[in-house]
Structure formats: C-alpha cells, structure tokens
C-alpha cells in the first residue's frame, strides 16, 4: 500500500512538474508575441505619420523617405479608410475573390472589422480640415504563426508523451505477466512432487485403517492441494471453455467455504430458480469466487458477518456479486484493488485480485469491478460474463 502511494505521488508530481513546464512556455510566448505586436503597433505608427506627410506634400516636400517607409512594410496587412469609410490604399492583403469590385467590397469589409477591433491609426489631415483617414492593420503572417506555435508544440509533446506512457504501461504489463505466469507454473511443478507423494500415503492410510474418520478429511484436502496446483499450471495458458451452471459453482464455493470459515460467518446464496449457463472454466473460476469470498471474511474479521453470493442475468449477460459486510474499500484505494502488489493486509502479497482479474478478464473475456464499497458497511465486488 506505501508502494501505491508512493507511485501516485511521483505521478502527481510529473503531472505538476509538466503543467508548471507548459504555463511556463505559454507565458514566455505570451510576452514575446505582445512585445512582437508592440513593435508591429510602432511600426504602423511610423507608416502611418508617412501617409500623413504624402497627404499633406507639395511640390517642395521630399518624399524619398516616406516612400521608403511606405514601401518598406512588407509583411504587416494594413488598410487605409477615409472619411467615409471608402478603401484608398491596402497593402499585404490575401484576396479570396478575383473580380475588382468584389475585391474592394472583401477589404473594405476587412477594414472595418479591423477599425471595430480597435486595429487603427487615426490621422488628421491638415490643420483646417476635420478630414482624416484610417490606418487599419493586422497582426502579420508570422506573429499569428508565433502565437500558435506554443500550442501545437505543447500538442505535439502532449501527444508524444502520451504514446511513452502508453508503450512503458505495456511493456511493464506484459513483463509483469511473464513473472505471474513463471511463478504460477513454477509452483504448481514445485507442488506437484509432494502431493503426489501425499496421495500415496493417503491411499495407504486407507487400507491400514479404514474405519478412521479422519483419512477422508485429509484424502479432501491432499485433492484441493491437486486442484490448486492445477490451477496454478493452467495460469498462462489458454484454458478449455465448457458451459457451466453458475449455480453449481456457487454451490461448490459456499460448501467448501463453510467449513472453514468461522461460525460468526454466515454464507448466503442468491440463486435463480433456473440454472444459468455460462462457457467457462469451472476450475479457475470456482478460484476467483473463492479468493473474493476469502477477502470477504478477511475485511469482516473475528466479528464475523454476512457473505452474499448472487446471481442476476439479462438477456446477454450474466452477473455474480460477491458482498460482505465488512469493513469496506477508501475511495481513494477502490482503483488499486486488482493492482499486483496492492494490499491491505499486513502479510498481504497483493497478487488475489489480479490474478482473479486475469483470469475474468484474459481467459473468460468478462468484466470484474468493484460494484460499491461504504467504510464500515461493507463491499460488493461484481463479474460479468456473456451468456452462452
């Protein structure tokens, strides 16, 4: 559980570290572009003083320099507008339309837009004159690519970052699953050696004593060892499918967990009158119930209380609901449970729930999740399947 905490916090402060990274960024093209459009603003400011002194030349005034910095503007999109809002020169425009009138209509109609954002330069012609036309003009081509740029950078990282997560989350799935598997088989060959060794001396005790009560109970227990360990050697592998009752299997889970549960643990069961049928591996699935049902009487302690096994259906589907009345799951840990290493137990390995979900998931192409969970009051886990 500190292992879990642990990686969410170092997640939490990646995530931190990438938005402080990216308002950063954001910032930092924030004051280029407005100082970029600061120098724009003076620009247009200087070339609209040139327009001025043309409107206002005679014969002796000297237009080299203003035609010059008439001419020089090569890259800001700027309008002028008289009086009455007729167009008298444009420069740097994008035309969409090819006709002449339609052209004039298009940036005239640019203009204004540019005069109602506040996008001109008024200047007064003359001194004993109200006339005076207006400058509009537009950020240019490269300072709307400047102030776009930020973000389709920050998608592009965003987009980058997004396919290592997904590709390291794979990979370390896939290892994950290769140890599982080699543990899980592992065990079950290291388990096979001894119980068979135990079924001998069984089948021995049986023939010198054959009236001893107690050489069942044990012959019972040596075969759930053969089943574990069958279990175990199936994890990995593709197992066979056969319909099943579900009925059965909760009927096979409920008397083995009875007798080992203690009597403050009452085992109920929520069964159709008919049975319902679902392909299935009744070995491995007979595990998955059972570890959910041995968490149930794990969370409810020496207290006891109330396990619950249901069976619903729809049309398509079947569902198995385990509840207890336990001491229930914090919110914050309900997306860790079928996490491997995941535990709350103080000799917990944390590797029940995600094996169950393998097994539900991988083998049987189901769905396992906890349905709700309320502190003190108890948890329901639920496993849905297709129907066959």
Known sequence: MQWTDRIRQVKIFLILAAILIAVASLLVSHFLTQDLKEQERHRMAVWAEAMRTLNNADTNT???LVLKVLNDNNSIPVIVLDAQGNVTEFRNIALKTGAHQDSIAEIEAMGKRLLAEHKNIRIGLGEHTHDYIDVCYDESVMLKRL?????????IVLIFVVIA?????TSKRAEQNKVWVGLSKETAHQLGTPISSLMAWVEILKESYPSDGLIPELDKDVRRLQLIADRFSKIGS???LVPTSLNDVLDHVIEYMDHRTSKNISLVKDLPAHDVIVNLNPSLFEWVIENLSKNAVDAMGADGGIITLRVGETNSRAMIEVSDTGKGIRKKDIGNVFRPGFTTKERGWGLGLSLARRIV???HRGKIYVRNSEIGRGTTFCIELRKS
């Open 147 to 155: 102030a776009v740029y930020p973000f389709i950078q920050l998608g």
């Open 238 to 240: 593709n197992p066979r």
């Open 62 to 64: 000297d237009l080299n």
């Open 165 to 169: 997560i997904f590709a390291l989350l």
């Open 361 to 363: 998931e991988d083998y």
